[in-house]
């Protein structure tokens, strides 16, 4: 990817004077906090901070009791805080902690198992500055949708190092799908998943969407869609395996961005006709982003997320020598470099509102060479979780390409909001969780396939230069992660019940039905 900039840094400020009370962080130190972990800690003071929020950007102190923000201040007295343990953050940017709302750990997927359990994948995400994680529930057809949830609570309950939720994916509807819509919406699952692709596996057609869409409006649920036209897919995948054409690199032919663009401008369609809101899960192309454009313009209620492959990656890669191309095998795939831009703006105009990984790691060497003999058997997905954050801070910020205010909205604030977390999560404010991520803008780094944070054999991102790195992450005050090594606990991370949707937060009205 071509840099046009060099990076900025965040002008630091002196630091805070010594203080009788326990000072557990300064600047990247390698002194950590020590609390209870996966409880709440007692009191933390932060220090002379650069506080950045999706609306402010502001040098503080903060006072944290008992995992909540209770007090945001110029200037804290440290003796009115005798007890507290103290966080100096001069010279230090300090965010919201990161949310990504899309993440597929130990999921069974094309004769495969994703490595990234719970566990590792939440202490990857921890590591990497993210707080909270909403992944995906995908259960099988005739599989009651209940009974799916209780399979991946089992799964996650007790085993993730940060904050988690779920989205239940709807590969099917009926008569029992309708009656237990309103039952794992009441547990807090508020948002489902369709899949316009994967043909005879998991799509829906547009009658079953059309169902989806009207029941999930009905009791305040958002819909999300994977966009790919699965018989234009199923089509070329054919035509390219009966011409021989059996390599990765044809995955790509085989997943056009027309195919995206349909199936995008389908779903908009549809909503539309159910007068339900509709969320579009990694975007990867501008054909597809024109069709968000075009919506929006006219005043429907249409989100979008895109994911850092499709901002930083492109399809050259699909023809690295030999079998290596598989590495990136994933749907929608790499696209050509010039969508990269578009979707970089389509962010800092607002047409996109957050960056999700699509976390979905297998491993190369066992894995994805599965696919040697027919890219169709290539285990689809990539890592992720664990450098989203790092990447969007360099790539985003420090490139100019956004503001750390943009920065806070799209990796936090955003998601937060659509998925009802927020005020809870998403932001740094006076009763919010004290999740929060700590950038030291002069530390660099680079990411290697020997340093990945994740349970697999490579890095999507091998070789990527970072510049600033999150040196200290606190999930709900307790620190889990310092200088990008996880020093919490997995099990300190509680399932979020999430509130329903609510239109009237992103300035449309309540849906009053056809």
Known sequence: MKQTKKPTTTPTTKSAK???????????????????????????????????????????????EHGKIVQIAAKIDTNF????????????????????????????????????????????????????????????RGQRITEAAKMWHNKADGKCAVDYGFHIALVEFNDQVAKDIPKVIADGVTSFKCFLAYKNALMVDDAQLLEILYHARENGALVSVHAENGDMLTFLMKHLLESGNTAPRFHSEAHPAIAEAEATHRAIVLA?????????VHMSCNEALEEVKIARSRGQMVLAETCPQYLLLDDE???????????????????????????????????????ATDH???????????????????????????????????????????????????????????????????????GSDADLVFYDPKKKGKITDKNTLHNVDYSAYNNFELDGLPVLVLSRGVVVSKDQKFTGDTAHGRFLKRQPFTPSDWGFPEFEGF
Not at 42 to 55: E, Q, R, V
Not at 273 to 280: D, E, R, S, V
Request: glycine residues 10%; proline residues 6%.
């Open 272 to 280: 539309s006709m159910a007068a339900a809101p509709l969320y579009i």
């Open 81 to 140: 805080c005798h007890n507290a343990k103290v966080i100096n953050a001069a010279g230090l940017d300090v965010f919201p902690g990161g949310i990504d709302v899309h993440t597929h750990f130990e999921l069974p997927f094309m004769g495969a198992v994703s490595p990234d359990d719970f566990s590792s994948g939440t202490v990857a995400a921890a590591c990497g500055g993210t707080t909270t994680i909403v992944d995906f529930v995908i259960p099988s």
């Open 360 to 430: 979905c790691s297998f491993n190369y060497a066992t894995q994805k060479k599965m696919g040697k003999e027919k890219f169709t058997l290539i285990p689809n997905g990539i890592p992720g979780v664990g450098d989203r954050m790092n990447l969007l801070y360099t790539y985003g910020v420090c490139r100019g390409r956004f503001s750390p205010n943009q920065f806070a909205a799209i990796t936090a604030t955003n998601p937060a909001r659509i998925f009802g977390m927020y005020p809870q999560k998403g932001t740094i404010a006076v």
């Open 18 to 64: 010594k203080s009788k009370a326990k000072s557990i962080a300064k600047s990247g130190s390698d002194t950590a906090m020590k609390s209870s972990a996966g409880s709440s800690s007692g009191t933390i003071l932060i220090k002379s901070g650069a506080i950045h929020t999706a609306s402010d950007s502001f040098r503080a102190d903060l006072l944290v």
């Open 317 to 355: 890669l699909y023809n690295q020598p030999g079998f290596e191309g598989a590495k990136w095998v994933m749907s929608p795939p790499l696209r050509h470099f010039s969508n990269q831009d578009p979707l970089w703006e389509g962010l800092r105009d607002g047409f996109v509102q957050t960056v």
